[in-house]
């Protein structure tokens, strides 16, 4: 039987304190510790064992049978963020798009919206080691619809922004695929909203398949797009991987620079 040092010191323990403290951070009052087992769907018995152990380390503070964060967090919130500062957000994404060619073999790209016109540019290049690969420089620009990573930053408007954008599009067919319907393109825009995954095939040029989804700041702002762009003729078999592997390492640096989604309950 396990003793309740070497519970709390499980992985799974690991994990659940970021989502308690997590959730106390999300909270703009004291969270009792029923509220907190039905947040986390962790048993009330394996919360309060944690929240002892926070709490002996001012991380949290209980008060009339409610938690909240305690002076510890404060603190380490401030070194924390002192920390970020002194890592320079470029050399954040620069490590994830690293790790992302990596795992995916294939080229990865970083793009930014352009202010002045309805196009993105690519500003960071990890090129594939492949033989065969996708050759992009940095400071290319391409249009926003037909590219994976210009749908997903099209995503990240308003809706009357987005609406302004469609209405003064005047789609060119730079491919036999490229889609030029906007009702079409406005769907496309759409799913990657829902999903946070945009996926083209030769729309931009023809034998490339570009995978792509959003990075976030602390603020939520969108800061980028990370895209994976590789031969079609090589990936359209495992479209369905590099999705997961761009979304994963997208939510990953989007992290690292301080965005917080809501908690996912523990698994």
């Known amino acids: 039987m396990l003793t309740e040092d070497r519970r709390m010191s499980s992985p799974q323990s690991v994990t659940r304190v970021i989502h308690i403290l997590e959730a106390l951070c999300a909270s703009p009052s004291p969270v009792s510790l029923a509220d907190l087992s039905r947040a986390l769907s962790t048993p009330k018995s394996s919360l309060a064992a944690l929240l002892r152990g926070l709490a002996l380390a001012d991380l949290v503070v209980a008060s009339d049978g409610a938690y909240r964060l305690g002076p510890g967090a404060f603190g380490l919130g401030s070194a924390l963020l002192e920390a970020r500062r002194r890592l320079?957000?470029?050399?954040?994404?620069?490590e994830g798009m690293r790790r992302l060619a990596d795992r995916s073999g294939e080229t990865v790209l970083f793009a930014v919206r352009d202010e002045d016109a309805d196009t993105l540019t690519y500003v960071e290049v990890v090129e594939s080691h492949n033989a065969v690969r996708f050759a992009v420089s940095a400071g290319d620009r391409r249009p926003l619809y037909c590219t994976a990573g210009g749908r997903v930053l099209l995503a990240a408007d308003a809706e009357e922004d987005l609406r302004r954008y469609f209405k003064r599009l005047k789609p060119q067919r730079l491919t036999a695929r490229t889609e030029t319907d906007k009702r079409k393109l406005a769907d496309a825009v759409a799913a990657a909203r829902e999903s946070g995954v945009a996926q083209t095939v030769d729309q931009a040029a023809d034998g490339a398949i570009g995978t792509a989804s959003a990075i976030r700041d602390a603020t939520g702002t969108v800061k980028g797009a990370l895209i994976v762009a590789a031969p079609s003729?090589?990936?359209?078999?495992?479209?369905?991987?590099?999705a997961r592997l761009v979304l994963e390492e997208a939510t990953a640096i989007s992290r690292s620079l301080g965005h917080r989604s809501k908690p996912s309950s523990p698994r």
């Open 233 to 242: 003729s090589r990936s359209q078999a495992r479209d369905h991987r590099l």
């Open 88 to 94: 320079q957000s470029s050399d954040l994404v620069r």
